[in-house]
């Protein structure tokens, strides 16, 4: 009997352990999602203010792992630029009269590429701002699985114009393929 319990309780204490790891990733991945959406808000937000986007390296991609890389500035009205850079991150800095007002950050896995493109249909501006998580290997660093990508899509001015006009802004992950099917 005494064996039996003893073999019962180590792998209940085995359990446990596995348990406990498969929380914390899950806990990790809720984060990121919940990051994830509160930036896609705040860009979009930014975007639909916004006078003028300023890309410095426009269909560059850039690591989150890199320091201090800028993605964009935006043009508000009242003299006031949003500027979105990677700092441990993506940070949003708020500047007013050449001094930073306020800054926000988004912490997100620092094996995330992100990268910031126009696209214009000849009357309006959209900014693309792509997010795409390699599924690499952490001892490795070779690739496996999938990727993941998310989009953030919205309209340059958008909240100067005619209120009649309609936008369809999204915030959704970008249609993924398993590898060697086409475009990831």
């Known amino acids: 009997m005494s064996v039996i319990s003893i073999v019962l309780l180590a792998m209940a ?3 446990t352990g ?7 990733v899950t806990s990790r991945q809720v984060e990121g999602e919940r990051t994830l ?7 979009r937000k930014d975007v639909h203010q916004a006078e003028g986007v300023i890309i410095p390296k426009p269909e560059k991609t850039v690591s989150l792992a890199d320091k201090d890389e800028l993605i964009c500035e935006l043009r508000l009205p009242r003299q006031e630029i949003v500027r979105y850079r990677v700092h441990g991150g993506i940070l949003r800095e708020r500047v007013r009269d050449g ?5 926000e950050g988004f912490p997100l896995d620092p094996r995330y590429r992100v990268g910031l493109r126009q696209e214009s249909d ?8 792509t997010l795409e998580l390699g599924a690499a290997d952490p001892v490795t660093g070779q690739e496996r ?5 998310w989009q953030i899509l919205a309209y340059v001015g958008r909240d100067q114009l005619n209120p009649a006009t309609v936008f369809h802004d ?3 992950p970008a249609p993924t393929t398993q590898k060697g099917e086409g475009q990831q």
């Open 122 to 129: 000849g009357t309006h501006t959209r900014a693309v701002l």
């Open 13 to 15: 204490v085995a359990l």
């Open 170 to 172: 999204s915030t959704e």
């Open 18 to 24: 596995v348990v406990m790891g498969l929380s914390s």
């Open 99 to 103: 001094g930073v007002v306020t800054r």
């Open 145 to 149: 699985g999938s990727r993941r990508t």
């Open 37 to 43: 959406g509160r930036l896609s808000l705040v860009f």
